[in-house]
T-cell receptor, first 112, second 115 residues
Framework: GDSVTQMEGPVTLSEEAFLTINCTYT??????LFWYVQYPGEGLQLLLK?????DKGSNKGFEATYRKETTSFHLEKGSVQVSDSAVYFC???????????FGSGTQLTVLP | DAGVTQSPTHLIKTRGQHVTLRCSPI?????VSWYQQVLGQGPQFIFQ???????GRGNFPDRFSARQFPNYSSELNVNALLLGDSALYLC??????????????FGPGTRLLVL
């Protein structure tokens, strides 16, 4: 069935390290893809999105490219900061369904 | 501009009770969605409303119901609460662009604890 598979955490990195969080999806049609971030005790914030194949979403130094051939949308950042510590969720929505389907989340901790 | 607002922020109930959660969307957004996030998991879709009509329903029992008002705000109701209903309840609002794209923006959530 339709789903999102995210890299399992937790992930612990030192400040300025390179970050990759893998995300692959199974969906019918041509979904839009999203990364949301959740800081402790808060709701979800939209981090970036891509709506068609080969689109690259970017925000706050984070990037992800919509790869239709591998059904992936991996999140990357070249140099993480302590303030990036949060839970990151990959999600998709299809034109017909309209509701978001989320992955299970990846906890990121960045140490100074 | 104000984001999505939800009330209350926290709530404690006992089994068998009823709860009503409220959500006000971003100004101009006509669609509201509700999600349940159990600790340690990703959010699960409950309902979506657009222009006061239910547009989608997730795999939740009939104890869960919702409605949307003429000002596009929304309520989520849960009857006969169970311990397993303890979760963060998230509301998201969205609007559809001319190209048919929708992006959902989330509120801070209501944390419900059922004892």
């Amino acid at each position: 069935g339709d789903s999102v598979t995210q890299m399992e955490g937790p992930v612990t990195l030192s400040e300025e390290a390179f970050l990759t969080i893998n995300c692959t999806y199974t969906a019918t049609g041509y979904p839009s893809l999203f990364w949301y971030v959740q800081y402790p005790g808060e709701g979800l914030q939209l981090l970036l999105k891509a709506t068609k194949a080969d689109d690259k979403g970017s925000n706050k130094g984070f990037e992800a490219t919509y790869r239709k051939e591998t059904t992936s949308f991996h999140l990357e950042k070249g140099s993480v900061q302590v303030s990036d510590s949060a839970v990151y969720f990959c999600a998709w929505v299809s034109g017909s369904a309209r509701q978001l389907t989320f992955g299970s989340g990846t906890q990121l901790t960045v140490l100074p | 501009d104000a984001g999505v607002t939800q009330s209350p922020t926290h709530l404690i109930k006992t089994r068998g009770q009823h709860v009503t959660l409220r959500c006000s969307p971003i100004s101009g957004h006509k669609s509201v969605s509700w999600y349940q996030q159990v600790l340690g998991q990703g959010p699960q879709f409950i309902f979506q409303y657009y222009e006061k009509e239910e547009r989608g329903r997730g795999n939740f029992p009939d104890r869960f119901s919702a409605r949307q008002f003429p000002n596009y705000s929304s309520e989520l109701n849960v009857n006969a609460l169970l311990l397993g209903d303890s979760a963060l309840y998230l509301c998201a609002s969205s609007f559809r662009t001319g190209g048919g794209q929708e992006t959902q923006y989330f509120g801070p959530g209501t944390r419900l604890l059922v004892l």
